[in-house]
């Protein structure tokens, strides 16, 4: 079964800082791999996705992120932080078996300083 | 405008009443799910569908039951609702094979 570890519970950041955030999966096979921003009482959205091809995807609001199979790892990136990236972020790993459901991380909680 | 709704987005409500959580979605997506959030928490999948008259419970044991009469509609159903039901319950839906899920706002319960 896969699993997703997102270590930090909590980042602080900088207004204008870069950020890297992290997560870790767990698969038997090629994973399918998600970003999703979720703003205080609202749903999840979508930052970016990778499935196969080029290891380092482009998403919206200027994030990025880079698949690393040797490291399980697909950390998510930012140049330059905006006080409006202040949210939760999950990652999410998809089996491409059965019926191919997600299982999130439990999320990591980005605020920003000025 | 393609979308998934949720209503109502908050309820509060006495214990041992009943209560539907409505989930509608326009993109014709044959997929759909059910996730509990409790703050700060990750999400836990209750319920899923594969399409119309498919449904199936998901990893976390839940008192709530689901229905799938329409491919567009995903109501959620709580019988007697009591203080432990008390969290947000997110609908997602998605295209058949690995894909990405789009999510409601969400509807945040209170059982007092």
């Known amino acids: 079964a896969q699993s997703v570890t997102q270590p930090d519970i909590h980042i602080t950041v900088s207004e204008g800082a870069s950020l890297e955030l992290r997560c870790n999966y767990s698969y038997g096979a090629t994973p399918y791999l998600f970003w999703y921003v979720q703003s205080p009482g609202q749903g999840l959205q979508l930052l970016l996705k990778?499935?196969?091809?080029?290891?380092l995807v482009q998403g919206i609001k200027g994030f990025e992120a880079e698949f690393k199979r040797s490291q399980s790892s697909f950390n998510l990136r930012k140049p330059s932080v905006h006080w409006s990236d202040a949210a939760e972020y999950f990652c999410a790993v998809g089996s491409n078996t059965g019926f191919q459901k997600l299982v999130f991380g439990t999320g990591t909680r980005l605020l920003v300083s000025p | 405008e393609a979308d998934i709704y949720q209503t109502p987005r908050y309820l509060v409500i006495g214990t041992g009443k009943k209560i539907t959580l409505e989930c509608s979605q326009t993109?014709?997506?044959?997929?759909m799910y059910w996730y509990q959030q409790d703050p700060g928490m990750e999400l836990h999948l209750i319920h899923y569908s594969y399409g119309v008259n498919s449904t199936e419970k998901g990893d976390l044991s839940s008192e709530s039951t689901v229905s799938r009469i329409r491919t567009e509609h995903f109501p959620l159903t709580l019988e007697s609702a009591r203080p432990s039901h008390t969290s947000q319950y997110l609908c997602?839906?998605?295209?058949?094979?690995?894909?990405?899920?789009?999510f409601g706002p969400g509807t945040r319960l209170t059982v007092t």
């Open positions: 997602a839906s998605s295209e058949l094979g690995v894909g990405e899920q789009y």
């Open positions: 993109m014709g997506h044959d997929k």
């Open positions: 990778y499935f196969s091809g080029d290891t």
